[in-house]
């Protein structure tokens, strides 16, 4: 079993940022590829970066390149999605995902315009 845990969602203006963390624990944890999803309202989940754990190579959707971008701390076995110049189109519940089909929870970022 593997669980994901994510924090760090919460209310911010338009232009603003947040940076959401997720740690990863279980027995079976295997240094998979960690990647955030997102699902706004009324839409299907998509993905919006992806981070292998040696090199940190990433990977980001062109909708957040060059406004969002992925890091991990391989210690606490954490990845991070820092976020800015936030758009009201941001707004929805992101999740952090690994192989094997874990999720998290999920953690709702909601931009006001």
């Known amino acids: 079993q593997v669980q994901l845990a994510e924090s760090g969602g919460g209310l911010v203006q338009a232009g603003g940022s947040l940076r959401l963390s997720c740690a990863a624990s279980g027995r079976t944890f295997g240094w998979n590829d960690m990647a955030w999803y997102r699902q706004a309202p009324g839409k299907e989940r998509e993905f919006v970066a992806s981070i292998t754990w040696i090199g940190g190579t990433t990977k980001l959707a062109d909708s957040v390149k060059g406004r969002f971008s992925m890091s991990r701390e391989i210690a606490e076995k954490m990845v991070f999605l820092q976020m800015n110049s936030l758009k009201p189109e941001d707004t929805a519940i992101y999740y952090c995902?690994?192989?094997?089909?874990?999720w998290g929870q999920g953690t709702q970022v909601t931009v006001s315009s």
């Open positions: 995902n690994t192989a094997g089909g874990y």
